[in-house]
């Protein structure tokens, strides 16, 4: 069983809707990731917090948001998405960040369909 | 150049083979490599890390070749439960740490 815990598992919602993606690891990692991934195709980076702050943003939108409250909990807040935005979204944390050591785990992911 | 590539497979193998894939990366300050696995519609999984000296656990082995840019992983004696994706991960640090997936080598065992 996964240690990151993900909700919704899965989320269809409109192209005029607001949502939000949750992550929560209580391992006292403090690295939290949000990955994108599309079918038959590997993750692919959006943001990466270290220490509660946001290091990493992979030119990802702005109708991406992502928020970390504090070093348990990540959340990717959606707002006005297109339906190629269409993935499983994954979350993943890591124990140090920028180690070189820096193993991910990741959670079971929220399928997410815009219609 | 992607900065991490796989041969997408698939590998189809039968039971109890020994079967073998590598990785190719583009960054030369690339400091550290894992394999993780990722079942049909399930998240990726750590399966090992990758050392310059080797690394083994149990049937899979997995090494780091600096001077060509490349990392392998070897399965032997290969079971059914083996059959997966596995995405190759390379790690570095330049401003920020980025950790970069492979696109994944395809791997399925027949009986």
């Known amino acids: 069983d996964t240690e990151v815990t993900q909700t919704p598992k899965h989320l269809v919602m409109g192209m005029t809707n607001k949502k939000s993606l949750k992550c929560e690891q209580h391992?006292?990692?403090?690295?939290m990731y949000w990955y994108k991934q599309k079918a038959k195709k590997p993750p692919e980076l959006m943001f990466v917090?270290?220490?509660?702050?946001?290091?990493i943003n992979e030119s990802v939108p702005s109708r991406f948001s992502p928020e970390c409250p504090n070093s348990s909990l990540l959340n990717l807040h959606l707002h006005a998405l297109q339906p190629e935005d269409s993935a499983l979204y994954l979350c993943a944390s890591s124990q140090v960040p920028a180690s070189t050591n820096e193993k991910l785990f990741f959670g079971s992911g929220t399928q997410l369909s815009v219609l | 150049r992607k900065e991490v590539e796989q041969d997408p497979g698939p590998f189809n193998v039968p039971e109890g083979a020994t079967v073998a894939f590598n990785c190719t990366y583009s960054n030369s300050a690339s400091q550290s490599f894992f394999w993780y696995r990722q079942d049909c519609r399930k998240e990726p999984k750590l399966l090992m890390s990758?050392?310059?000296s080797g690394n083994e656990d149990g049937r899979f082995t997995a090494q780091l070749n600096r001077a060509s840019q490349y990392i392998s992983l070897l399965i032997r004696d290969s079971k059914l439960s083996d059959s997966a994706t596995y995405l190759c991960v390379d790690h570095y640090y330049s401003s920020a740490s980025k950790i970069i997936f492979g696109s994944g080598t395809r791997l399925s065992i027949r009986p």
């Open positions: 990758v050392y310059s």
């Open positions: 391992m006292g990692h403090r690295a």
């Open positions: 917090y270290s220490y509660e702050k946001l290091s």
